[in-house]
């Protein structure tokens, strides 16, 4: 049995949908009770609720499991709480592998949700656990939400600088990786970049104008503007002050890393931001 945590989320839905595709046994923690259902949906043979910041709950979720990829919530206050309560139920339950989707770059003291993983990353490596660490850059997928806007208006629009080059991952390929990686214990005790090709926001836009067949515009959505509707959408003070420091380091440095090791881990070139745009648009269509 494996345990995933914040199963009901973008990542989490994805790993439990390619765990439970290769017949793996899946626990699946959630916090809410309405995501309760959804995961039952995708297969799961056990689907619990749990708060991550409580350590009873955590203990509860690991309890006979054999390994746990752990799903941290994204832009959480409690990360480094979050992440002491996975090690010590996974020592108390003495699980044979913790695997951490952390993030790309986790030094970036700028970047306060990478920061604090560092800290989670030491005490991973301090705990005398078998691990293994996979720091994942970037979806394609995020721009899922604003495709139809994006289709319609013949704007692609993003906080930060579209020239800025980011380093996209399909979450399909992280999917794929992560069931190989909990396969097989060669990767145990290991650190490893799941990147992407690096493409900027004014190159996806080309691309997206020539398989969408009309013109779409890269556009830098001001930080300003973007922050007044994360705000209308419910996002909370702390996800905003993240966000108003992450978009600036992207507008600076973007966010790079290889995508050498997912091509090795996967057997198989990473997908590039063209197939996945072609892919999601015959889904839209
Ligand atoms: N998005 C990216 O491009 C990207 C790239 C690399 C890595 N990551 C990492 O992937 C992780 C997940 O990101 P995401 O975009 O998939 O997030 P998401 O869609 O917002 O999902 C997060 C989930 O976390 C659950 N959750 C929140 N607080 C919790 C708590 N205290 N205890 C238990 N569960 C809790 C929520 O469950 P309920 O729905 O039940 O409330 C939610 O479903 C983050 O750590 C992020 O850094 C993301």
Excluded at 276 to 284: E, L, N, Q, S, V
Aim: charged content about 20%; aromatic content about 8%; overall charge negative.
């Amino acid at each position: 049995m494996i345990l995933v945590t914040c199963a009901a989320g973008k990542t989490g839905q994805a790993i439990v949908k390619a765990l439970v595709a290769n017949g793996q046994n899946v626990r699946a923690m959630v916090r809410s009770n309405s995501s309760l259902e959804a995961v039952k949906a995708a297969g799961v043979a056990e689907a619990i609720t749990g708060d991550l910041a409580i350590s009873e709950d955590v203990l509860r979720a690991a309890d006979g499991v054999d390994a746990v990829y752990y799903i941290a919530p994204n832009m959480d206050p409690n990360e480094r709480l979050n992440g002491d309560n996975i090690i010590a139920a996974c020592q108390a339950c003495n699980v044979s592998r913790l695997v951490f989707h952390s993030v790309l770059h986790t030094q970036i003291e700028a970047l306060p949700h990478h920061w604090e993983r560092h800290f989670v990353e030491q005490s991973i490596l301090n705990s005398k656990l078998s691990f293994t660490i996979l720091q994942v850059g970037s979806y394609m997928q995020n721009m899922l939400p604003a495709w139809e806007k994006m289709a319609e208006t013949g704007v692609h629009r993003m906080a930060y600088d579209i020239d800025a080059p980011m380093s996209l991952v399909d979450l399909e390929d992280v999917s794929e990786a992560a069931v190989k990686v909990l396969a097989d214990d060669g990767f145990a005790n290991g650190m490893f970049e799941i990147a992407g090709p690096v493409i900027s926001l004014r190159e996806k836009a080309e691309i997206l104008s020539s398989i969408l067949g009309k013109e779409i515009v890269a556009e830098k959505e001001p930080l300003d503007e973007f922050l007044d509707h994360g705000r209308a959408l419910g996002f909370s003070d702390f996800t905003l002050a993240t966000m108003a420091k992450m978009f600036p380091y992207y507008d600076m440095h973007g966010l790079v890393g290889s995508d050498k090791t997912l091509g090795w881990i996967l057997g198989r070139v990473p997908t590039d931001f063209e197939t996945f745009a072609r892919r999601t648009a015959a889904a839209f269509d």
